[in-house]
């Protein structure tokens, strides 16, 4: 819960700052040096990044268009669960920091993509 307090708040700041590329290239970054820590500081990488997708996927679901928010929220849970699952590996076979870095570059592609 800690991570996703820490990540709202600092996502708030960058892209009030920044605007629609900070969502892009500063948010991902901020989001999973967040959900890695915090889930490395409780044992519980995997669990961190499930319960931030869950998070994200409430808060999709309620913002965007009817059309399309079981999509978002959807692809909230199984993004974030996907980010997790490659942070979980690459820190068990690596390190912690390459774990976040690997999984903030997948999640600037994920948002490119998303984005455009």
């Known amino acids: ?30 989001e999973e040096t967040s959900k890695t820590v915090f889930g490395y500081l409780t044992s519980s990488i995997l669990v961190s990044h499930f319960m931030f997708g869950i998070a994200e996927a409430v808060n999709d679901y309620t913002k965007v268009s009817h059309k399309i928010n079981g999509r978002a929220a959807a ?38 993509f998303m984005l455009r």
Do not use: C, D, Q
Request: glycine share 2%; aromatic share 14%.
């Open 75 to 112: 692809l909230s849970i199984l993004s974030h669960s996907i980010f997790g699952l490659v942070s979980y590996v690459l820190y068990i076979k690596i390190n912690l920091f390459t774990a976040i870095f690997s999984a903030s570059l997948l999640h600037v592609v994920w948002n490119r």
């Open 1 to 30: 819960m800690a991570s996703i307090v820490v990540a709202y708040l600092l996502n708030s700041a960058v892209v009030k700052k920044y605007g629609e590329k900070a969502i892009i290239y500063i948010v991902p970054f901020i």
